[in-house]
């Protein structure tokens, strides 16, 4: 009987200050599943590059599973990659103001993979209603 009382005691404690407060909104996105199990038509350096940019990259640029679908980095696809032209190469080998350079770290021809990748990303694939710390593209 007193460790009922004892263990109930402690989740009073512990939910008590959680009273009142609102708990924090679930953000749901309703995913095409036909597009997500689907082969995609990469080559195999574009395939690569995605397997490389969703290990190194993707925590800061992709908002997918962001908290609050806020990112730390730009959106990157294909405009961005021609925009910025042969200074993408540079940017991610040395880094910018926030991001780590990875030429320590990437070779040169998987840091090409990378943007070989970003280069089938189109525009209208940006996911829409998330917020970016650095938006390019306005």
């Known amino acids: 009987m007193n460790s009922r009382l004892l263990m109930l005691s402690g ?9 009142g407060q609102q708990p924090p909104a679930i953000v749901r996105t309703d995913y095409d599943m036909d597009k997500v199990v689907a082969r995609p038509l ?3 350096d574009q395939i690569a590059g995605k397997k490389i940019f ?14 609050a ?3 730390i980095g730009p959106w990157l696809d294909a405009a961005t990659v021609k925009r910025r032209g042969e ?8 880094g910018v103001r ?3 350079g990875w030429q320590y770290t990437l070779e040169p021809t998987r840091i ?12 209208d694939q940006r996911p829409k209603g998330l ?3 650095v938006d390019e593209n306005k």
């Open 11 to 19: 989740l009073l404690l512990v939910t008590a200050p959680l009273q």
């Open 98 to 100: 926030g991001m780590p």
């Open 54 to 67: 969703t290990q190194r990259c993707a925590i800061c640029h992709d908002p997918l599973g962001q908290p």
């Open 87 to 94: 200074e993408a190469l540079r940017f991610i080998s040395t």
């Open 112 to 123: 090409a993979y990378v943007l070989e990748y970003l280069k089938t990303i189109t525009p």
């Open 42 to 44: 990469l080559s195999d």
């Open 131 to 133: 917020r970016y710390a």
């Open 69 to 71: 679908g806020r990112t």
